[in-house]
């Protein structure tokens, strides 16, 4: 009997620890800031835009978030390039309470999915293919993914590092 409680009881004790550094995780992975103004997300945005020294990002996205071009990246990585670490995504929608959403996702988690396709994005209600692989962006190297500021001033900045 004794022994059953032991049992259940660590079990119980191993979900809920596992549970909390899930949730532990997820909320060292976004940063939420309250209501900025509409100067300061713009100087968000154009300063992590100049880390890439004006590059066009990877997938370009039409006012109304159709996508226009989704180039391939190339083959072989250059030497300069070195493999990205991490896929950021910022949003900000002024419509939304203001908020802006940041969110770093380790590519290793992207991995662990097993699925090496980036997948859709949601764009004004929309699923949007970035058409774009894990191995895409390894061998693309670090640098702006998808640029879009849509005709109400909605913004979306994907990048890697």
Same mark, same amino acid.
């Given at each position: 009997?004794?022994?059953?409680v032991?049992?259940?009881g660590?079990?119980?004790?191993?979900?809920?620890?596992?549970?909390?550094?899930?949730? +532990?995780?997820?909320?060292?992975?976004?940063d939420?800031?309250?209501?900025? /103004?509409?100067?300061?997300? %713009?100087?968000?945005?154009?300063?992590? $835009?100049?880390?890439? #020294?004006?590059? %066009?990002?990877?997938?370009?996205? =039409?006012? /109304?978030?159709?996508?226009?071009?989704?180039?391939?990246? %190339?083959?072989?990585?250059?030497?300069?390039?070195?493999?990205?670490?991490?896929?950021?995504?910022t949003?900000?929608?002024?419509?939304? =309470?203001?908020?802006?959403?940041?969110?770093?996702l380790?590519?290793?988690l992207?991995?662990?999915? #097993?699925?090496?396709?980036?997948?859709?994005?949601?764009?004004?209600?929309?699923?949007?293919?970035?058409?774009?692989?894990?191995?895409?962006?390894?061998? +693309?190297?670090?640098?702006?993914? %998808?640029? +879009?500021?849509?005709?109400?001033?909605e $913004?979306?900045?994907?990048?890697?590092?």
């Amino acid at each position: 009997m004794i022994v059953t409680v032991a049992v259940v009881g660590g079990g119980f004790l191993s979900v809920v620890t596992l549970i909390g550094l899930a949730v +532990y995780a997820v909320a060292s992975h976004v940063d939420i800031d309250q209501q900025p /103004d509409e100067e300061t997300v %713009a100087a968000r945005f154009e300063d992590i $835009r100049t880390r890439f #020294g004006g590059a %066009a990002p990877l997938v370009i996205l =039409g006012a /109304d978030g159709d996508l226009v071009t989704s180039p391939q990246p %190339a083959d072989e990585m250059s030497a300069s390039h070195a493999p990205p670490e991490t896929l950021h995504v910022t949003a900000w929608n002024p419509d939304d =309470g203001g908020q802006l959403f940041t969110i770093r996702l380790p590519f290793w988690l992207l991995r662990l999915g #097993g699925n090496d396709d980036l997948g859709n994005i949601d764009i004004n209600g929309q699923d949007v293919p970035l058409d774009l692989t894990i191995d895409d962006l390894d061998r +693309y190297g670090r640098g702006l993914v %998808a640029d +879009y500021v849509s005709a109400d001033n909605e $913004r979306l900045l994907v990048w890697s590092e």
